[in-house]
T-cell receptor, first 113, second 113 residues
Framework: GESVGLHLPTLSVQEGDNSIINCAYSNSASDYFIWYKQESGKGPQFIIDIRSNMDKRQGQRVTVLLNKTVKHLSLQIAATQPGDSAVYFCAETQNSGYSTLTFGKGTMLLVSP | KAGVTQTPRYLIKTRGQQVTLSCSPISGHRSVSWYQQTPGQGLQFLFEYFSETQRNKGNFPGRFSGRQFSNSRSEMNVSTLELGDSALYLC????????????FGQGTRLTVV
């Protein structure tokens, strides 16, 4: 079936660098996308979301970009810190209002001091 | 404001047994979703409850079931446990579904031996 995927399983960066985590989705009906961060031993934590009527959304040090033409989603983290080290998941919903989140496999972000 | 609480945090069960996991959502949240997380399959949707009704169900066998109480607390049950049921079980609560921000608990780590 259709699912959300990630290009890079592991991303290693230096502290202070900008990080970009990518995600491809295949369901053109998806209308809501979310990025989650999961630290070891914890549940996923909401980072930022974007709806399909937007191309870009910014938060604190994070930006999500959505390219519907090529079905691509990215998470940009500015000035990456060691505390950003975690697994990052993108997720999509196919029906607004119904709780069916389809998650990607995840990207491990490793930040070196 | 208290977060999502899952109990117990860890469980060890024997094949063939059954298990019940509990999730207390954030106060005021009426939607509770359950997910199974394994290294091989990632995060997979189990089911979602809203106001005591199951609104959506993932592709899991009938051994997996759940319910939601009038105070929005939810339980999931797995009967006739198999080794492959070993996983981290996560619940997420949201106001009305995951088109609104979903908050995850820390999960219950189930090990079947």
């Amino acid at each position: 079936g259709e699912s959300v995927g990630l290009h890079l399983p592991t991303l290693s960066v230096q502290e202070g660098d900008n990080s970009i985590i990518n995600c491809a989705y295949s369901n053109s009906a998806s209308d809501y996308f979310i990025w989650y961060k999961q630290e070891s031993g914890k549940g996923p934590q909401f980072i930022i979301d974007i709806r399909s009527n937007m191309d870009k959304r910014q938060g604190q040090r994070v930006t999500v970009l959505l390219n519907k033409t090529v079905k691509h989603l990215s998470l940009q983290i500015a000035a990456t810190q060691p505390g950003d080290s975690a697994v990052y998941f993108c997720a999509e919903t196919q029906n607004s209002g119904y709780s069916t989140l389809t998650f990607g496999k995840g990207t491990m972000l490793l930040v070196s001091p | 404001k208290a977060g999502v609480t899952q109990t117990p945090r860890y469980l060890i069960k024997t094949r063939g047994q059954q298990v019940t996991l509990s999730c207390s959502p954030i106060s005021g949240h009426r939607s509770v979703s359950w997910y199974q997380q394994t290294p091989g399959q990632g995060l997979q949707f189990l089911f979602e409850y809203f106001s005591e009704t199951q609104r959506n169900k993932g592709n899991f066998p009938g051994r997996f079931s759940g319910r939601q109480f009038s105070n929005s607390r939810s339980e999931m049950n797995v009967s006739t446990l198999e080794l492959g049921d070993s996983a981290l079980y996560l619940c997420a609560s949201s106001l009305r579904g995951v088109d609104t921000e979903a908050f995850f608990g820390q999960g219950t780590r189930l090990t079947v031996v």
